[in-house]
């Protein structure tokens, strides 16, 4: 079957999960034109930047078990290739491949050292060791300010034909004006559903079995004769790369990069959040998880709005509630769900599915 | 009949004394001595040194809970910067209180302070116990859950700060009496680093004298050596572990007063912030041990002040290119527990 070659025999295998990704799919394909608006728009492109991101993320973390603090600096990597390619050569098509390929290459070397250097030694050394390697290079992006632009980051062009003064057609097309800013968010759509699919591929191949079989009991797989070091440095490669396209295609949505948009800590967070809140293991998890959490950033303040509003002057409540709080909820959920579903969203659809 | 053979008692020989691993003290005093050449004016090399070893001793206030907490149980805390920054955002409060009578003089001053060091340890160590019941217990032996649910822990807990003290910077000025510097000849002291260096001191003190000297001590070595051989004499050391792990949250927690005193200043980002710091001090020590987290501690507070006056861009890197450094020397880290 065709679909079941696409998703590389890893199907769904729960009705509700495939009703949420076709959902998502469908959603996120006709987003310019069934939710027009500058929030939406953005609100749906966000949404798919971070698919690509927490699944190559899952690939580190869900399927060979490794804690990398370090993979915002590898989705800044990308972002920022694609704006200092930009903004020092003519804005163009070729400035944004360059950039690409350049950040791509800069990741792969720096992924390959990191690697090389720390995965011999405990998952919790590694986590700490990238937490520190991540927050020097905030620091460097900062401090370069000729090369990066420091704090205030680069704002820049895109090639013509993806800005948003670019609109081709006279007429609008089904009462959305066609411009570059709907040229982007097809592009990006396109990119993320290849990669994503990508993804799905390498950890259904043999490769990825032997990373899960790493997860499991890397002693044993070790004994088996799989050399640990070889495949957890190449999964690190791997979720590099993929991060660093994250980066480039977020770059060229914003058409500004700087270190809060693409290296802090906070988005380093959030990305753990989805994979854990949307099922460590599974890319599904990851789409699922994305479009929820992009979803309650821009909307949950909404509703904790109404909520603040209808609590006005209970003394505790009334703060806990606050629309600026509503970190504080999903970090109560991602603590519940590391206890009560460690598998995430993804993991619990596809056990209801078992029990029937 | 058989005659039952004897066995002839060998006489006990002398137990090999363990000799002491002096490199990385070596290592210390090196650096202090080759940065004599590099600075040039001896008064601004006293200055810078006493400001390093005065940070590094903050620092390693912070960091020993963690190590110890980890070497003891092989847990690792991510969420240990909250408890920093839980005490920093305590000091803000109780200084506040306290400031004019703070500023009536210096003995004030350092009661003031002292107040506030034990309300914040207090509040530090209490929310600590709670944090090991509720987070850390469920996931004992588990690294990845660890990492991911002391995380959460994290979040939730600078959530809970910003509700409580709000999420904007709060200025937490030293008392009138402890500014400025006391002078000898040109190299200036600054007063606050002298307290700091002080208690930093005094915890040192304390916390080697507690492990070395009293049986409750002698037992937190031997489970940070063999955790099971010291539960099979009949020992519960998960009760033990509770103990230091709120202990721990209260060193952080005083470790958080004298570090928001010594930037002046908290914000509820600040535990993120010091994270990464203690991280590569118990990395560089080596993972569990106190005299490695001492030694590191030092080695960081000094560096980050020596590259500060001789190339402040380099500065910000000081931090990691000592680890790295380090490493490649020890991967185990400068005193590596055995047994890990």
Known sequence: MLLNRILSHDLPRSRWLALALLIVLVALAVAPFAFPGVKALSVAAKALVFILLVASFDLLLGYTGIVSFAHTMFFGIGAYGVAIASTRMEPGFAAVLVGTAAALLVSLLLSLVIGLFSLRVKAIFYAMITLAVASAFQTLASQLSDFTGGEDGLSFKNPPWLSPSFEPFEAPFLGVTIDGKIFTYYLIFTVVVVLVLALLRIVNSPFGRVLQAIRENDFRAEAIGFRTVVYRTWSNVLSALFATVAGALLALWLRYVGPDTTLS???????????????????????????????????????????????????????????????????????????????????????????? | MNTTVVPVATPPQAI????????????????????????????????????????????????????????????????????????????????????????????????????????????????????????????????????????????????????????????????????????????????????????????????????????????????????????????????????????????????????????????????????????????????????????????????????????????????????????????????????R
């Open chain 1, 265 to 356: 800590f906070e988005i380093m967070l959030d990305i753990l959040l989805i994979v854990v809140i949307g099922g460590m293991g599974t890319i599904y998890g990851a789409v699922v998880g994305s479009a929820l959490f992009v979803l309650a950033q821009n909307y949950l303040q909404d509703l904790l709005k109404l909520g603040a509003v209808a609590l006005e002057g209970v003394p505790v409540l009334s703060q806990v509630v606050t629309p600026d709080r509503w970190l504080l909820w999903l970090g109560v959920l991602f603590v519940l769900s590391v206890y009560h579903f460690p598998t995430g969203v993804v993991g619990r659809l596809r056990a209801a599915r078992r029990r029937d």
């Open chain 2, 16 to 339: 090999p004394k363990a000799s002491f691993d002096w490199k990385p003290v070596l290592l210390l005093v090196g650096l202090m001595l080759a940065a004599i050449p590099a600075i040039g004016s001896t008064s601004s090399w006293i200055t810078l040194t006493f400001a390093g070893l005065a940070m590094g001793l903050i620092i390693f206030v912070i960091a020993s809970g963690l190590t110890l907490v980890f070497g003891l149980m092989d847990v690792l805390n991510f969420g240990h910067g909250v408890f920093i920054a839980l005490g920093a955002f305590m000091a803000t409060t109780v200084m506040g209180g306290m400031a004019v009578f703070a500023d009536q003089g210096a003995l004030q001053a350092l009661l003031a302070i002292f107040c506030a060091m034990l309300v914040a340890m207090a509040v530090a160590g209490g929310v600590g116990l709670a944090f090991e019941r509720v987070i850390v217990r469920p996931v004992y032996g588990l690294h990845l859950k660890q990492i991911l649910i002391t995380m959460g822990g994290m979040i939730v807990g600078e959530e809970i700060i910003k509700v409580i003290w709000g999420p904007l910077q709060i200025a937490l000025p030293l008392p009138e009496p402890l500014r400025g510097a006391f002078f000898f000849g040109d190299a200036g002291i600054e007063k606050y680093r002298i307290v700091a260096s002080l208690v930093g001191l005094a915890v040192f003190g304390l916390l080697v004298w507690t492990l070395s000297r009293t049986k409750v001590g002698l037992l937190i070595r031997a489970g940070v050596q063999d955790r099971e051989m010291v539960e099979s004499l009949g020992y519960r050391i998960k009760r033990l572990f509770v103990g230091v792990f709120a202990a721990g949250s209260a060193l952080a927690g005083l470790g958080g007063v004298m570090w928001g005193l010594y930037q002046q200043s908290v914000t509820p980002q600040i535990g993120a912030q010091v994270n990464v710091l203690i991280f590569i001090v118990i990395i560089i020590g080596g993972l569990g041990s106190t005299l490695g987290c001492f030694i590191g501690a030092l080695l960081v507070g000094l560096l980050a002040n020596y590259t500060g006056f001789l190339a402040p861009k380099v500065a910000l890197f000081s931090n990691i290119g000592l680890m790295v450094a380090i490493l490649l020397w020890r991967p185990q880290g400068l005193y590596p527990v055995t047994n």
